[in-house]
């Protein structure tokens, strides 16, 4: 392959990548929150990139503004035991995300709150992640 073929293919690809991986992130969730199950509309590092988090499905949790912002930099976990809305269920999905068993952890989610929809995609979404 030609060098500058290969340059323009990295600059392409990884954009349409995030997006797609973004998408697959909220739809894990059915849009809501990990921490306090509002809409989620930011993806929170649940390692802060301060602390060499990377931006890996593992790490990256679907998180509304309020709580992405208000955790910052702190422990997620150590944070999370802190707040009103604390769910000891919750907390352990976010474990189980941490741990890369993603299905478990939106057991746990849906265990947590009876409104959450499974995500009748998930398996789609799941090789789309492979993919990824
Ligand atoms: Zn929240």
């Not at 997006?19 to 894990?28: A, G, L, N, V």
């Not at 809409?39 to 060499?52: A, F, T, Y």
């Not at 499974?118 to 992640?129: F, H, T």
Request: glycine share 4%; aromatic share 12%; proline share 5%.
């Amino acid at each position: 392959m030609h060098i500058n073929d290969a340059v323009f293919l990295e600059d392409l690809c990884p954009k349409f990548r995030l997006r797609q991986w973004r998408k697959s992130i909220h739809r894990f969730t059915g849009k809501s929150c990990i921490y306090c199950g509002k809409p989620s509309e930011s993806i929170d590092h649940v390692l802060p990139r301060s602390q060499g988090g990377l931006s890996t499905t593992e790490n990256c949790v679907p998180a509304c503004l309020s709580c992405n912002g208000d955790k910052s930099d702190e422990n997620a976990l150590y944070w999370y035991r802190k707040q009103k809305f604390y769910d000891p269920r919750r907390a352990m999905a976010i474990r189980a995300w941490l741990e890369g068993d993603l299905r478990l952890a939106i057991r746990l989610l849906q265990w947590a709150n009876p409104n959450f929809k499974l995500n009748q995609n998930y398996e789609k979404d799941k090789s789309e992640y492979k993919a990824a």
